[in-house]
């Protein structure tokens, strides 16, 4: 399985970008997806996930309201739409894919990451 993640740029505070995450290599729609994100000499932290029906949707704190994850299980691809972008947002997202685990998912699979960098 590989994941691709685009997207990331440059953006001023109040913007907006649109994250995509392509998974191939195995049935996409076995898989949850999620998105997490690290910001220099920070721990990794999670971002958002949406389940293999792209029914049930998943957000931190921090996105709850500015972000929006959807996937299109016809393109085998992920979305991430963020929204209100300001600087502590800035990070490396990265996207994850992992079968159901539990009430969560185990993420097996990692993308390769894509900056976000927001100026006030």
């Known amino acids: 399985v590989q994941l691709q993640a685009s997207g990331g740029g440059a953006v001023q505070a109040g913007g907006s970008l649109r994250l995509s995450c392509v998974v191939s290599g195995r049935s996409f729609r076995q898989f949850g997806v999620g998105w997490f994100r690290q910001a220099p000499g920070k721990w990794r932290e999670f971002v958002a996930v949406v389940s293999t029906s792209g029914e049930i949707t998943s957000y931190a704190e921090f996105a709850k309201g500015r972000f929006a994850i959807s996937r299109d299980n016809a393109e085998s691809t992920v979305y991430l739409q963020m929204n209100s972008l300001q600087p502590e947002d800035t990070a490396v997202y990265y996207c994850?894919?992992?079968?159901?685990?539990?009430?969560?998912?185990?993420?097996?699979?990692w993308g390769q990451g894509t900056l976000v960098t927001v100026s006030s």
């Open positions: 994850a894919a992992g079968k159901p685990f539990g009430s969560d998912y185990a993420y097996d699979y």
